[in-house]
């Protein structure tokens, strides 16, 4: 048996198109053009990279987009007043602080400033907590995209077993909130978490995202099972150049899985989308506009 490939690649197009249709129908109806501003601090190159396909995908879905680069010495202080500026700005409905800060630059500090109500990435505390008792929160885009992912083809998954290996606040824990809350059976495994092999052979659904290349083999996964590979890693090739690979061996789960995402083109691309879709959320919620209203298809 060879599992379907879950091709994120096109459902974040879906998305994107689905997004652009309600940008165009917010200034048409409401006049009201959602804004995301991305802040980014340092000159760290898969940050550039990130930053610059957020601001072209923001712009291709219609909205306002505001890139704020600042230099890698830029005090606390400084990075605070931005977020300032831009919690006061009406016309911003969402902010993102690109991550990692440099050293001076507490990072929760940082996303502690953000107005809960435009923090798009879903990082602050009040949204985790919000998210954590069931009330409505900005949800952070990696776990969204992967929920949506997982609805997609999987429908209902309810009393599903899930394993979502890491624990980070980015992703391991939001992801297994997100889970719990679809009444999945969830376990949250980790870097101390004994016969990892044994309790990943019980997923009905599987989510590693842990940052080592490859570690999730084919003889760890229950036939059948939806695999989410959260993973980027890069790793050297042959000829000297490098390539990017998951957190689970492809070829191998593949053929075990009935689901999988792969590296690169399967979780990547659903952040992005999940960005924007994040950012309408926000502007729809401090405008009193429904969301629901709005189209659901691009
Ligand atoms: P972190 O480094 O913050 O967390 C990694 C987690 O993996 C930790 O909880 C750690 O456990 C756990 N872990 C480490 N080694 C093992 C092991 N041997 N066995 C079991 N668990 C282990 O990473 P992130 O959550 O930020 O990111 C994870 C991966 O996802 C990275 O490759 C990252 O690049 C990628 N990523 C991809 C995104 C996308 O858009 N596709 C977005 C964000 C991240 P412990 O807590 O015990 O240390």
């Given at each position: 048996m060879s599992a379907e490939i879950i091709d994120g690649r096109a459902f974040s197009e879906d998305v994107k198109k689905r997004v652009a249709s309600q940008v165009a129908s917010l200034k048409e109806h409401h006049g009201l053009q959602p804004g995301l501003a991305v802040v980014l601090v340092g000159e760290d190159p898969a940050s550039q990279v990130y930053v610059r396909n957020k601001n072209r995908s923001t712009v291709e879905a219609g909205m306002r987009s505001e890139e704020i680069r600042l230099s890698e010495n830029t005090s606390e202080e400084e990075v605070l007043s931005v977020v300032e500026r831009l919690n006061n700005d009406p016309g911003i409905h969402g902010i993102l602080v690109q991550l990692p800060?440099?050293?001076?630059?507490n990072e929760m500090a940082v996303l502690d400033a953000i107005d809960p109500a435009k923090d798009?990435?879903?990082?602050h505390v009040i949204n985790t907590g919000r998210q954590a008792v069931g009330l409505p929160a900005m949800v952070p885009c990696t776990p969204l995209g992967c929920i949506m992912m997982l609805k997609d083809r999987l429908g209902d998954l309810s009393g599903l077993n899930a394993v979502v290996i890491g624990r980070s606040n980015i992703v391991g824990k939001p992801m297994a909130s997100l889970l719990l809350a679809e009444s999945c059976t969830v376990t949250i495994a980790h870097?101390?978490?004994?016969?990892l092999p044994a309790v990943c052979r019980n997923a009905d659904i599987l989510v590693a995202a842990v940052g080592r290349p490859q570690m999730v083999k084919g003889d760890w996964v229950k036939p059948g099972a939806a695999i989410i590979d959260v993973g980027i890693n890069r790793v050297p090739k042959e000829d000297g150049k490098t390539r990017l690979v998951g957190d689970v061996d492809f070829d191998e789960a593949k053929e075990i899985a009935g689901y999988i995402t792969p590296v690169p083109g399967g979780v990547g691309p659903m952040t992005i989308a999940c960005l924007l879709a994040n950012t309408i959320t926000a502007a729809c919620r401090s405008n009193g506009i429904d969301e629901a209203s709005l189209p659901d298809v691009g």
């Open positions: 800060l440099p050293p001076q630059v798009v990435d879903g990082f870097s101390r978490t004994k016969d």
